[in-house]
């Protein structure tokens, strides 16, 4: 059985004050329920890791981006040292909303997966279609070639040391889901994917999914075999909601 992971993703919500109380009402909330059958993982904006590592205790923390340089002149940069060093052991990469907005494509995205395992940071790859592409009967070809992509060339040790996400674009903050049996179906193929890849790691690496998970649907998505997990996005800014995240990753 692999450890399911739920991981918010706060984009761009709270400022650090805001992020310290949060973390004081999680952490009540969480001695009610048992939390030991899954790890909690929080990507933050990077100003609130510094406030926030006082958490470590009882979630992980992580950047939602890094850069692909090590260091130098690259003013609004972080890098995966910068983020290692306040604590994150765990960073988006590859964030559709990175993609679409700021144009971040495979080749870039397949560097700052090198960086942040040179740091011993787990990166999360970020893969997913758009509607148009799903319409369009393309939805695998695009993630596959996604996936090879931004893994190409890279290694590592352990199957913990990476960690892909599929994510919809379609159904990102648009209450739109893939029905349970379409999440799975992609998922499998990621898997099918990571083994050719690496065969040793493949069967425990964690594939989330992460196309508008919340309460209602979590614990159907998470029977599924090939989905470990989830990258949340608006149900992890309320305490209740993300606890019914962990509570359905059983």
Same mark, same amino acid.
């Given at each position: ?44 904006? /990077? ?5 926030? #590592?006082? =958490? %470590?205790?009882?979630?992980? &923390?992580? *950047? ?71 319409? /369009? ?5 695009? #993630?596959? =070639? %996604?996936?090879?992509?931004? &893994?190409? *060339? ?71 075999a090939d989905i470990n997990g989830g990258l949340i996005g608006g149900a992890s800014l309320k305490t209740d909601d993300l606890l019914a ?6």
């Amino acid at each position: 059985m692999i450890r399911p992971l739920i991981a918010g993703n706060w984009k761009m919500n709270k400022v650090p004050s805001e992020a310290a109380t949060w973390l004081g009402e999680l952490k009540e909330k969480l001695k009610q329920i048992d939390s030991s059958h899954v790890d909690i993982l929080l990507c933050v904006p /990077a100003t609130h890791l510094t406030s926030m #590592v006082a =958490a %470590q205790g009882f979630l992980a &923390l992580g *950047g939602q981006d890094l850069s692909q340089h090590e260091s130098g002149a690259y003013t609004g940069e972080v890098s995966a040292a910068m983020l290692k060093d306040v604590g994150a052991s765990y960073a988006i990469v590859g964030h559709s909303e990175r993609r679409e907005y700021h144009k971040e494509n495979d080749g870039l995205l397949n560097a700052k997966v090198q960086k942040a395992l040179e740091h011993n940071l787990i990166p999360i790859l970020c893969v997913g279609e758009s509607e148009t592409q799903r319409d /369009a009967g393309k939805a695998k070809e695009v #993630v596959i =070639a %996604q996936l090879h992509a931004g &893994l190409s *060339g890279v290694s590592f040790e352990s199957s913990s040391d990476l960690v892909i996400a599929y994510e919809p674009i379609w159904a990102i903050g648009t209450g739109k889901t893939a029905t349970a049996d379409d999440a799975q179906e992609m998922c499998a193929a990621i898997r099918g994917v990571l083994k050719e890849l690496y065969l040793a790691q493949a069967e425990g690496i964690r594939i989330l999914y992460g196309g508008s998970m919340k309460p209602s649907n979590a614990a159907e998505l998470l029977s599924k075999a090939d989905i470990n997990g989830g990258l949340i996005g608006g149900a992890s800014l309320k305490t209740d909601d993300l606890l019914a995240l962990v509570e359905a990753a059983k």
